[in-house]
Nanobody, 123 residues
């Protein structure tokens, strides 16, 4: 049973920083592709960033690439999303996803999801 548990969300002001964590368990994840998505009320789930354990390659969406950084700690089976210079438009539920084979931007193709963590940025 694969489990992904996100943490680190909260209520912050514009310009603040947060670090989200995604702790993975139930499998050896060093061959998995990991990603962060977010979903604002009434909106579709949006790709934020992805991380490949094997190659350590990272990629972030254009809307966040200058402010957000994805990284992983293999010893802890944990993926992080460091979010700096937060804006009100970053307000959303942030989800961690994992897949053994797919490492792209389409949320429909990820097999495993966490429960989400709320990030609210006030102006």
């Amino acid at each position: 049973q694969v489990q992904l548990v996100e943490s680190g969300g909260g209520l912050v002001q514009a310009g603040d920083s947060l670090r989200l964590s995604c702790a993975a368990s139930g499998r050896t994840f060093n061959n998995y592709k990991m990603a962060w998505f977010r979903q604002a009320p009434g909106e579709e789930r949006e790709f934020v960033a992805r991380f490949n354990w094997r190659s350590a390659d990272t990629y972030a969406a254009d809307s966040v690439k200058c402010r957000f950084t994805i990284s992983g700690d293999s010893a802890k089976n944990t993926v992080y999303l460091q979010m700096n210079s937060l804006k009100p438009e970053d307000t959303a539920v942030y989800y961690c996803a994992a897949d053994r084979f797919y490492g792209g931007d389409d949320p429909e193709r990820y097999d495993y999801w966490g429960q989400g963590t709320q990030v609210t940025v006030s102006s």
